[in-house]
């Protein structure tokens, strides 16, 4: 039972995940941009890109 739910949560997150991608491809696309053209490290451009979704699940929050 305990594999069930953890597959049904993989999902639904893998699910979120790729909306929230394609809903904010270009803000996420701006912020990791300059990163990955100036050669940042896969660490630098991963840390850019979580802030960036950070920041705006906290202002989607916000919103309500």
Request: proline share 2%.
């Amino acid at each position: 039972m305990n594999e069930l739910i953890k597959m049904m949560m993989k999902t639904a997150i893998a699910a979120i995940s790729e909306k929230a991608i394609i809903e904010h491809h270009e803000c996420l696309d701006h912020a990791i941009s300059d990163l990955v053209n100036n050669g940042g490290t896969p660490q630098e451009v991963g840390e850019a890109a979580w802030l960036n979704g950070y920041y705006h699940g906290l202002k989607e929050n916000s919103k309500d």
